[in-house]
């Protein structure tokens, strides 16, 4: 089971909280439920905060592909996806991997995050195949 998906699902259709999420950077925290604490296993606590690189990100994509439900909910993938976002191989594979998933026992994400990823992978792919065809890129 999946520490993230502890959290209640938030009405991501109010642009003030969405408004909040990209200024403050600051994710609302998940409910803890009674599991295993696994926290004195890991080297460090990961960050679960939107960092300012990704919420500039966020706001170079179109409003429509802006993916609300994904940065509210998981803000550590859109920082990953903002990091790689410029580098087609590894972007791309992040997308596809977030997508497939491999790791046994996972739910996978709910509708809305799911939604939103591909959406970002197809917009990400358009892009990609775009900027090899244009008449500067020498193919």
């Not at 439920?33 to 296993?41: A, Q, Y």
């Not at 919420?55 to 592909?65: E, I, S």
């Amino acid at each position: 089971m999946s520490i993230y998906r502890s959290h209640r699902d938030r009405s991501l259709d109010n642009d003030m909280a969405w408004e909040r999420v990209l200024s403050k950077g600051s994710a609302p925290r998940p409910v803890a439920h009674p599991v295993k604490d696994w926290s004195p296993h890991r080297k460090a606590s990961p960050f679960n905060g939107l960092l300012p690189v990704s919420r500039n990100w966020l706001r170079t994509l179109p409003v429509p592909l802006q993916p609300r439900a994904l940065a509210t909910k998981y803000p550590r993938i859109v920082n990953l996806i903002a990091q790689h976002w410029h580098d087609g191989v590894t972007c791309h594979a992040y997308l596809d991997q977030l997508l497939v998933g491999g790791r046994p026992n996972r739910l996978g994400f709910p509708p809305d995050v799911r939604r939103e990823i591909l959406g970002l992978r197809e917009y990400f792919v358009r892009g990609l195949l775009a900027s090899r065809t244009s008449p500067g890129s020498g193919e």
